[in-house]
């Protein structure tokens, strides 16, 4: 089946830092979203973006599919951004997402 | 915004009986689905169900396991007979897939967390 590897697997940084977290999958996809999982254990969507590039505030998401890369960058980091990142794929036909096991962001005032 | 929403959001059951969660989907859409996610680890994959039918499993998902659409709005997780593994937090998921594109995204409800004595 389809591999999904993230990386790094732990990043702290300062509050007001940038941050890049990468998503790399083994296969061609037809879907991929990028989730933040919230001390609460909530999956929160942040992107459905099979390819190309989108943006949503201080959040953006590049996917280059020839490439089988995700990236998803995180500017002026807060500490409420703290938490893991998932990113998650599925192939046409596959009714299942595929995540990987994700980036756990600390932010430190 | 339409959300999926998940009861109750914290179940303690005992090993060995069986428990339901309970979800209830976004109301147009057409794919539901399970995953779990054992603590610190990654979401896995358990079920997928269309049009009153299982399309897909995982291994996870053995004859323990069980769903069903009773209704017009509600989706249930049963499992028969608890076992200390089972303790997780379980996710519903639903999506439309009516046109394509961002039709295809998966929206999760809020998780049930399970732990089984």
């Known amino acids: 089946g389809i591999q999904v590897e993230q990386s790094p697997p732990d990043l702290i940084l300062q509050e007001g830092a940038n941050s890049t977290l990468r998503c790399n999958f083994s296969?061609?996809?037809?879907?991929l979203q990028w989730f933040h999982q919230n001390p609460w254990g909530q999956l929160i969507n942040l992107f459905y973006?099979?390819?190309g590039t989108k943006q949503n505030g201080r959040l953006s998401a590049t996917t280059v599919a020839t490439e089988r890369y995700s990236l998803l960058y995180i500017s002026s980091s807060q500490t409420t951004d703290s938490g893991v990142y998932f990113c998650?794929?599925?192939?046409?036909?596959?009714?299942?997402?595929?995540f990987g096991q994700g980036t756990r962001l600390t932010i430190n005032p | 915004e339409p959300e999926v929403t998940q009861t109750p959001s914290h179940q303690v059951t005992q090993m060995g009986q069986e428990v339901i969660l309970r979800c209830v989907p976004i109301?147009?859409?057409?794919?539901f689905y399970w995953y779990r996610q054992i603590l610190g680890q990654k979401v896995e994959f358990l079920v997928s169900?269309?049009?009153?039918?299982?399309?897909?499993k995982s291994e996870i998902f053995d004859d323990q396991f069980s769903v069903e659409r009773p209704d017009g709005s509600n989706f249930t997780l049963k499992i028969r007979s608890t076992k200390l593994e089972d303790s997780a937090m379980y996710f519903c998921?639903?999506?439309?897939?009516?046109?394509?594109?961002?039709?295809?995204?998966?929206?999760f409800g809020p998780g049930t967390r399970l732990t089984v004595l």
């Open positions: 973006i099979p390819s």
């Open positions: 169900f269309y049009n009153n039918e299982i399309s897909e």
């Open positions: 998921a639903s999506r439309s897939s009516i046109g394509g594109g961002w039709a295809d995204t998966q929206y």
């Open positions: 296969d061609s996809v037809n879907n």
């Open positions: 998650a794929v599925y192939r046409s036909g596959a009714q299942k997402l595929v």
């Open positions: 109301s147009n859409h057409l794919y």
